[in-house]
């Protein structure tokens, strides 16, 4: 890259970023360069400096910089219920839209075993050993409604029956404000065998 | 943000980018963190690196982290025949496209009177001075086909003519490999009466 230069540089760095190609960096960069100099200097430090630091909680591998992420450190939040899920956008996601005011456990993923992610991968051994412990009466497993997330799911409920621990699942069926004729069939059966009393 | 943390920090920063709302920015920082820390640390540090480097070459206005970019530091491309853009990503565009030869001079912009964006704004002091010394026959107008764009490139033809030098504009018509019905009213009508004898 030494005839091209820093400008292209910066363009081919961008690229890092999930969903921009090349002509979107070349916007980016230029934009920057010609707009924003100051705020691109923070996001350059920012970037470096949460690289460097933010890990994952001790407790519940939740992502920060600090030993325990602030779901666990909240002593407002009720330590005896666990909601399981694989990514950190589902924690944020049900943070915001439910009433939940247990605490967290991150998987980062599901059990894959073609790609050679098993229990351990996933922080199993982690939970077991704080299911162990005890202080845990219930956990919800709220992993994606996928057929690897279900199989993570069932694996996840066998260790905490194991450990006589209430295990339960987030519902499934048709969303909320849908149409029903948009709906996909496997969820409609769900749906439909899940159907409850009204009155 | 002290509650909040930095991960949250990066979100935020990473919304400067064009295009870049809460959710991407969301999605990009998990990514990072996930998958790609090393990119996202030469990310960040080229982002401040760039920043801090990156000027505009004293000659084109082009940007570059050296006094010349490589446009006028090139001895094999002519001096005597210059284009004139508005845009960086117009250089990138018409260097890789044509078998334009000559050097570039970028406008940043057009004249916009209303938004205080005069000559100067423009660089067309340092263009002035530049066609003063000598050494240019030719510039070849390639402002944008909008009607800011246009009247840009009158003014700056004005200049180089009361310098006695040969002005040429890029043809306006229709794209080629698009469909006639397709074009608007404005491009239909320059292409008409630009109409050339075929043989
Ligand atoms: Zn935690
Ligand atoms: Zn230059």
Known sequence: MSSSGLLEDLVEALRCLPGVGPKSAQRMALHLLQRDRDAARRLGSTLVDAMDRVHHCEQCRIFTENTLCRWCSDPARVSSQLCIVESPADVLAIDRATDFRGKFFLLLGHLSPLD?????????????????????DEITLATNPTVEGQATARYIGDIAARHGVTVMQIARGVPVGSELEFADGGTLAVAFSHRTRLS
Chains 1, 2 share one sequence.
């Open 116 to 136: 050679g992610i098993g229990p351990k991968d996933l922080g199993l051994d982690l939970l077991e050993s704080r299911l162990e412990t005890g202080g845990v």
